[in-house]
C-alpha cells in the first residue's frame, strides 16, 4: 500500500489530454514538493516534473502539472503512442522522514 | 554530467544477504545525496534509503533493521547490503541521487532474484 494513491491505469486516443491524480496527506504533498517520474517499458524512471509544475529541459511542453493542498495532478495533452507508460509521483514525507511514491499509474494509448 | 551504474548477483538465496554497487561517474560526490530503490516485478517503486559522502544516512523504516547503505569515495561508488533477504526483496534496484530534492538522474536497474 502506497503512501500517495494515484489510479492504477488511465488511457486516451492520441491526440487527446489525459490527466492522472495523485492523493497524499498534510504531511507530505501537503507541505512538500511534488515530483513525477516517466517509466517506459523496460527501462528505468526518468524525470518528468520537478518541484510541482517544472519541466526538466527535454520534457515536451505537452506535460504539465499541478498541486493544490494535498493533491497533485499530471496532464498529458496531445496524446502520442510513445507516451505509454507508467508513471509515478513522488514527495518528502514529514512522518516517516524520507521520500515517499504513489503506486504508479499506467498509461495506454488506444 | 553524473551517471550511475549497478552492479552486483543478480541472484541470492534466502536468508542471505544482498550486495549491489553503483557506480558513480561525472560530477561531485559531495553535491548528492546517494539513494537505492527498488521495484518488484511488476510493482511500483519503494525508497529504500540514501547517504550523503560524509557517511550520514537514511534509511525506509520498513527496511531499517536489515540495510546499511555504505559510500567509498575512494572509488566513487555507494553500496547496498540487506541482510536476511526472502522472496519479497526479488526486485529490480536501482541507485539514484538527489540533489534538489528529486531523483535524477537514475542508474539503469539490476534484477536481483531471491532463490534457492
Known amino acids: 500500500q502506497s503512501v500517495l494513491t494515484q489510479p492504477p491505469s488511465a488511457s486516451g486516443t492520441p491526440g487527446q489530454r489525459v490527466t492522472i491524480s495523485c492523493s497524499g496527506s498534510?504531511?507530505?504533498?501537503?507541505?512538500?514538493?511534488v515530483n513525477w517520474y516517466q517509466q517506459l517499458p523496460g527501462t528505468a524512471p526518468k524525470l518528468l516534473i520537478y518541484?510541482?509544475?517544472q519541466r526538466p529541459s527535454g520534457v515536451p511542453d505537452r506535460f504539465s502539472a499541478s498541486k493544490s493542498g494535498t493533491s497533485a495532478s499530471l496532464a498529458i495533452s496531445g496524446l502520442q503512442s510513445e507516451d505509454e507508460a507508467d508513471y509515478y509521483c513522488?514527495?518528502?514525507?514529514?512522518?516517516?522522514?524520507?521520500?515517499?511514491f504513489g503506486g504508479g499509474t499506467k498509461l495506454t494509448v488506444l | 554530467q553524473v551517471q550511475l551504474q549497478e552492479s552486483g548477483p543478480g541472484l541470492v538465496k534466502p536468508s542471505e544477504t544482498l550486495s549491489l554497487t553503483c557506480t558513480v561517474s561525472?560530477?561531485?560526490?559531495?553535491?548528492?545525496?546517494w539513494n537505492w530503490i527498488r521495484q518488484p516485478p511488476g510493482k511500483g517503486l519503494e525508497w529504500i534509503g540514501y547517504?550523503?559522502?560524509?557517511?550520514?544516512?537514511n534509511y525506509n523504516p520498513s527496511l531499517r533493521s536489515r540495510v546499511t547503505i555504505s559510500f567509498d569515495t575512494s572509488k566513487k561508488q555507494f553500496s547496498l547490503k540487506l541482510t536476511s533477504v526472502t522472496a519479497a526483496d526479488t526486485a529490480v534496484y536501482y541507485c539514484?541521487?538527489?540533489?534538489?530534492?528529486?531523483?535524477?538522474?537514475w542508474g539503469q536497474g539490476a534484477l536481483v532474484t531471491v532463490s534457492s
Open positions: 547517504i550523503f559522502y560524509s557517511g550520514s544516512s
Open positions: 498534510s504531511s507530505n504533498i501537503g507541505t512538500n514538493a
Open positions: 561525472g560530477g561531485s560526490i559531495s553535491d548528492y545525496y
Open positions: 539514484a541521487s538527489v540533489r534538489n530534492n528529486w531523483f535524477d538522474p
Open positions: 513522488a514527495t518528502w514525507d514529514d512522518s516517516l522522514n524520507g521520500p515517499v
Open positions: 518541484t510541482n509544475n
